[in-house]
């Protein structure tokens, strides 16, 4: 078990993927020499080279449509998008293409790509780069979206996308990238699809994602439920 924050976390599972798996490669802007918008591929690109490490230009219909087009020649892509605000320039890709072909041909072509990158506000980044969009991709049909809310689940959540067989949407938001939490050290795989209880009770459950989760958990719960006195359930992915 190791400290590190919830942006080491996600380099972990990236390095070990492609430590263990040959076909796992990224593509994204900045990712290379840059590191990533947010340090998160830093170092990345000496450990693993360019083949396997690729910048690419700024186009997020590219990225995605480059990936599902390795994913079905048997890669496993992971695309990084510098803010998830411009997954909308790629929608016809993600949704009408990754989304479906998988069930197009009777469930015979895997399509294991994950679109990965940062999301949320709170940063200062204005309307154009502080969006959470994860609602719009949990109605889409083919689609698995998942927000990791702890360094931990970043980790482990992360190895289970790179690993399944069809597309995973993979939100990190923003704030959690400098968080830090004990992480499990070599494999460590999250389940997809299912919640963890954050706190016991009986009379509220109380649902959320991201950010959220720890938010809520630096309050008293009192304050949430005026003056009751009524136990609670905090659930988080």
């Not at 390095?15 to 290379?32: H, K, N, S, Y």
């Amino acid at each position: 078990m190791s400290e590190m924050t919830f942006a080491h976390a996600i380099r972990a599972s990236l390095r070990e993927a492609m430590e263990v798996d040959p076909t796992v490669f990224m593509l994204g802007e900045d990712i290379g020499v840059y590191g990533g918008a947010f340090g998160v591929t830093d170092g990345l690109l000496a450990e693993f080279g360019p083949e396997r490490i690729r910048d690419t230009p700024i186009s997020e219909a590219a990225i995605i449509g480059a990936a599902i087009g390795a994913a079905l020649g048997g890669m496993r892509p992971v695309a990084e998008l510098q803010f998830f605000d411009f997954i909308l320039l790629a929608m016809d890709q993600l949704v009408n293409q990754a989304a479906k072909i998988h069930y197009m041909f009777g469930g015979t072509v895997p399509v294991p790509i994950v679109v990965r990158g940062p999301a949320g506000s709170g940063t200062g980044a204005a309307a154009q780069h502080s969006q959470s969009l994860e609602a719009l991709f949990t109605h889409i049909p083919g689609l698995k979206v998942v927000a990791p809310s702890s360094p931990r689940d970043a980790k482990g959540l992360l190895t289970a996308a790179i690993r399944d067989p069809n597309p995973v949407v993979f939100i990190e938001h923003k704030l959690l990238y400098r968080l830090k939490g004990d992480v499990p050290d070599g494999e460590y795989v999250v389940p997809i699809g299912s919640a963890e209880v954050k706190r016991e009770g009986r009379d509220v459950t109380i649902v959320a994602t991201q950010i959220m989760v720890r938010e809520l958990s630096l309050l008293p719960i009192v304050s949430l439920l005026t003056e009751s006195r009524w136990r609670s359930s905090i659930h988080g992915p």
